[in-house]
C-alpha cells in the first residue's frame, strides 16, 4: 500500500511536467497546483516561531460515459511544539492505575517521559478517485469524512484557529473538535452525491498507522503503552442551505468513528473500542459569521477516560478587514486535565497570495483532578499577541 501511494503522488507531481510537453492545444487532463507556507509568532509562548509549508498538485479528466478521474497528492513540512506534534504528547503525570497509559483518539497521555519531536515532513494525500452520478469513490492517504465534512466554529486565523489548529505555540492547548480519528492513513471513502443540500459519507481505515502532521495517530509516548488503532470506521453527514430571501447560508455536520484498539496484554484490560462523536453548526449572514462545534470520545478507556470539547467562534467582515473572537474548551479525564484558550484577532489580506493575521490569545491548562500531579514547564496561563502570516499562490 505504501509503494501505491508514492506512486500516485509521484505521477500527481508529474502531471505538469507531461503537460508541458504537449505541443497539442488540447490535454484531456486538468492538473491544479498548491503552494504555500505559514509562519506563527507568539512572543510570550513556549515556542516563539513555529511554520509550517505545503506542496499540492492533482489532475483529472472526464472520460467520454462522463465520469470523472484523477489522482491528488499533497507534501506538508511542519515545525510545531516538540513535545506536542500532531497534538498528542505528554500532558501530566498520575498517580494510581491511569500511570502510562494514552488516549486512543486524543493521544495525551500521563506518566510517560517528555519526548522532543523534530520538524518533520510527510505526505499527507496520495490518493487516486472515480466520480460520477452515484457519487465518489477514494483510495490512497486522505481525511477519513469526519473530519473532511465537519463545520467548525469561524476563525480569522488558519493555522491557529481553536480547536484546529495545526501549530501550537504554547505546547498546552488540549483543545481539539477535529474529528480526525485515523490521520492521513490509507482508506477506502465513499461519499454521496449532494442531493438538496445533503451529502453523506464513509470510510474505512485497516490501520491507522501513518503519523501525521496534525493528527499523529501512530505516535507511541516513552513509557507509556504502544496502542495501534485498527479496522477504523467513519461516518459522516453534512447539510448546507442557502436561505436566497434571507441572504443567509445555513451548515451543519454530524459525524461518529469508531475503532478497534490493539494494546500489548498488561494493558489490554484497560483498553477497548474506541468511539468518537462530533457535531458542528455554522451560519453566515452578508458580512458575519457565527458558529460551533462538539466533539466527544471515550478514548478507548474502560473507566474514566472520556474526553469533552467545543469552540465557538464570531466573525465580522469590513471591507478588506475581518475581525473575529473565539473561545474553546475540553476536559481529558484520562489526564486529569481541564484546559481552555481564547483569542481575538484581525486578518487583513495584504495581496492575493499574502495574508496576515494580528490578535491575542490566551491559553489555560488546569487540574480536575486532586490525584494528577501536573508536569507542565513554564505558565499554565500564557497569554500574548499572536502573529500569523501566511504566504500562498
Known amino acids: 500500500m505504501k509503494f501505491a ?25 486538468e492538473t491544479k497546483t498548491d503552494f504555500g507556507t505559514t509562519i506563527a509568532i507568539m512572543p510570550e509562548g513556549d515556542e516563539q516561531v513555529l511554520a509550517r509549508a505545503w506542496a499540492g498538485v492533482s489532475t483529472n479528466r472526464i472520460l467520454e460515459n462522463g465520469l470523472e478521474i484523477g489522482v491528488a497528492g499533497r507534501l506538508e513540512a511542519q515545525k510545531d511544539h516538540p513535545q506536542r506534534a500532531g497534538f498528542s504528547g505528554l500532558a501530566a503525570a498520575a498517580e494510581g492505575t491511569r500511570f502510562g497509559y494514552q488516549g486512543a483518539f486524543t493521544g495525551l497521555a500521563i506518566g510517560a517521559e517528555p519526548e522532543d519531536t523534530d520538524a518533520r515532513a510527510q505526505i499527507e494525500t496520495a ?25 467548525n466554529a469561524p476563525s480569522v486565523f488558519d493555522t491557529l484557529a481553536s480547536g484546529r489548529q495545526s501549530l501550537d505555540l504554547t505546547g498546552i492547548d488540549m483543545v481539539t473538535t477535529r474529528h480526525d ?60 442551505r ?25 494493558a489490554s484490560a484497560l483498553y477497548g473500542q474506541v468511539t468518537t462523536w462530533s457535531l458542528g453548526a455554522k451560519a453566515e449572514f452578508e458580512t458575519i459569521s457565527i458558529g460551533a462545534s462538539w466533539l466527544a470520545t471515550d478514548n478507548g478507556i474502560e473507566g474514566e477516560g472520556d474526553y469533552d470539547s467545543w469552540t465557538a467562534g464570531v466573525t465580522k467582515s469590513l471591507g478588506d478587514y475581518v475581525l473575529g473572537a473565539e473561545y474553546g474548551w475540553a476536559e481529558d479525564k484520562l489526564t486529569g486535565l481541564e484546559g481552555d484558550a481564547w483569542k481575538i484577532g484581525v486578518s487583513h489580506a ?18 480536575s483532578q486532586p490525584n494528577t500531579l501536573a508536569l507542565l514547564s513554564g505558565k499554565n496561563s500564557p497569554e500574548g499577541i499572536v502573529i500569523e502570516i501566511t504566504l500562498s499562490d
Open 127 to 151: 490518493y487516486a478517485y472515480v466520480e460520477g452520478g452515484y457519487g465518489e469513490l477514494r483510495l490512497g492517504r486522505d481525511l477519513g469524512v469526519a473530519a473532511r465534512f465537519q463545520e
Open 242 to 266: 442557502l436561505l436566497r430571501s434571507e441572504g443567509i447560508r445555513l451548515s451543519g455536520a454530524l459525524g461518529a468513528s469508531t475503532a478497534e484498539v490493539e494494546a500489548p496484554p498488561y
Open 5 to 29: 501511494q508514492v506512486t500516485i503522488f509521484a505521477a500527481a507531481l508529474a502531471g505538469p511536467l507531461a503537460h508541458a510537453q504537449w505541443e497539442d492545444d488540447w490535454n484531456p487532463w
Open 181 to 240: 480519528l485515523t490521520g492521513p492513513s490509507a482508506k477506502i471513502t465513499y461519499t454521496t452525491p449532494r442531493l438538496i443540500g445533503i451529502r453523506a459519507g464513509l470510510s474505512f481505515t485497516p490501520k491507522a498507522d501513518v503519523r501525521g502532521l496534525d493528527r499523529d495517530a501512530d505516535r507511541n509516548l516513552p513509557g507509556a503503552a504502544p496502542i495501534t488503532l485498527v479496522n477504523a470506521i467513519e461516518g459522516a453527514v453534512n447539510v448546507s
Open 350 to 367: 495584504v495581496t492575493k497570495h499574502a495574508k496576515i493575521t494580528l490578535g491575542y490569545a490566551e491559553n489555560s491548562l488546569n487540574l
